[in-house]
């Protein structure tokens, strides 16, 4: 069966004394004796802590390109910081059959009772998963509270950050949200479909050089963000970032 054993120490003090080295001889010895061909230990001086690492993208590689039919490592928490990145990287090896083999705690993938291990191992990588939602969420509650924007991917038209990392009003995007509003209120007096209200909204702003979609537009008009309301997990507050048109225009847009 060949082999390829995964070496990591953090820091490069540490590659210079017997860290790798040691590794390494424990993999290699432990090879022999199982008879597997070892073709390469590959070293890792990196923090465990990091999930993309060079020598787990080059195990990668060599995984998919079907070179391996055993991965050894000397310890699991050696190599592996985070129990959220082993388990990743144990599902990864799962998936195209190889087998991971922890040699100094005898821990091996093949094997009924190292499936179990590795199974609390990534139970125990669940849990962690949770307990980082948890304090994400806990993180954006309280900043909800306190009318500041911490959810979502990206940062709604209309609005920029700043040096400090703050969302607040920009003044060339706020311009066009305050169009947008404006001209759909002005449409809503016209005895028009809501499909023509729309395409002519979107001609209006094709000429001023913005393309929108849409159900983009549809969710501008229904943001109340816009109109300096933040609402998250049941919290309904004043935005921090300041309002872009006034509530009266807002309502008046969604009166229908």
Do not use: W
Not at 16 to 45: C, P, S
Not at 171 to 191: C, G, M, Q, T, W
Not at 219 to 233: A, D, P, S, V, W
Request: with cysteine.
């Amino acid at each position: 069966m060949k082999a390829f054993g995964l070496a990591r120490v953090s820091s490069h003090i540490q590659a210079k004394g017997t860290g790798l080295e040691f590794q390494t001889k424990k993999m290699t010895q432990y090879a022999e004796l199982q008879d597997f061909e070892l073709i390469n230990v590959i070293q890792d001086v990196a923090s465990g802590a990091l999930e993309t690492r060079d020598g787990i993208e080059e195990i990668k590689s060599e995984v998919i390109n079907g070179n391996v039919d055993v991965i050894l490592v000397y310890n699991t928490s050696r190599c592996f910081r985070s129990m959220l990145h082993f388990a990743k990287f144990y599902e990864f090896l799962d998936k195209h059959n190889v087998t991971l083999i922890s040699v100094s705690e005898g821990i091996r993938s093949d094997t009924k009772e190292g499936q179990m291990m590795y199974g609390l191992m990534i139970s125990i990588a669940s849990y962690e998963k949770e307990i980082i939602k948890e304090r994400l969420m806990s993180g954006k509650i309280t900043k909800a509270q306190k009318g500041i924007r911490a959810f979502g991917s990206n940062v709604l038209f209309g609005y920029e950050k700043n040096n400090k990392n703050e969302i607040v009003i920009s003044p060339k995007e706020s311009s066009v949200v305050k169009f947008i509003f404006k001209k759909y209120a002005d449409l809503l007096k016209r005895n028009i479909t809501k499909s023509k209200r729309m395409r002519m909204l979107l001609k209006s702003l094709k000429k001023k050089g913005y393309e929108f979609k849409s159900y983009q537009i549809y969710n501008m008009l229904k943001n109340e963000f816009y109109k300096g309301i933040l609402k998250f997990n049941g919290i309904v507050t004043e935005s921090m970032s300041g309002s872009i048109i006034s509530s009266k225009l807002f309502n008046m847009v969604n009166a229908i």
